[in-house]
């Protein structure tokens, strides 16, 4: 069963080659180099006693797409292209659901739970981000 540690690094290794894309496997302390990805656990159910060897875990991840925000149509244009379904980031995990982990590793992409500006503390910028949720389950 993969741990989370390997699961964040899986994630990000799918964008390694992705120019103009750095992704995180923590929250960066700051604004990160745009555009961004950043991996973040939000829940998790484990495999009970009951499963013992040969249960699952199924993690939640919370995917944050974040860009630039100057112009607002370029920077709605520019995280559209990279949330869609042809877009870098849901197609890379479609291509690799096994996230290089092996069979027992499976995740997906299975919605959207914001779409915005964020905003930081006054010495940084507003971004556009968009947070997409991934489920990966792991079984022993």
Same mark, same amino acid.
């Given at each position: 069963?993969?741990?989370?540690? =390997?699961?964040?690094? $899986?994630?990000? /290794?799918?964008? *390694?080659?992705?120019?103009?894309? &750095?992704?995180y496997?923590?929250q ?7 555009p ?18 040969r249960g699952?875990?199924v ?7 974040l860009? =630039?925000?100057?112009? $607002?149509?370029? /920077?709605?244009? *520019?995280?559209?292209?990279?949330? &869609? ?5 849901r ?8 996230l290089g982990?092996g ?26 981000? =968009?947070t ?8 022993g």
């Amino acid at each position: 069963m993969a741990e989370i540690g =390997a699961v964040r690094a $899986a994630i990000c /290794a799918l964008f *390694d080659d992705v120019p103009d894309l &750095s992704a995180y496997p923590y929250q960066p302390a700051v604004v990160p180099n745009l555009p961004a990805l950043v991996v973040v656990p939000t829940d998790a159910t484990f495999r009970t006693p009951m499963q013992s060897g040969r249960g699952q875990d199924v993690w939640q991840f919370s995917l944050t797409v974040l860009v =630039a925000f100057g112009d $607002a149509q370029v /920077a709605q244009d *520019d995280l559209d292209e990279l949330i &869609s379904e042809t877009g870098p980031v849901r197609s890379r995990i479609t291509a690799n659901p096994h996230l290089g982990l092996g069979n027992r590793t499976t995740a997906w992409v299975d919605g959207m739970s914001a779409y915005g500006i964020t905003v930081g503390d006054q010495q940084e910028m507003q971004n556009l981000g =968009a947070t997409l949720r991934l489920t990966v389950r792991t079984t022993g």
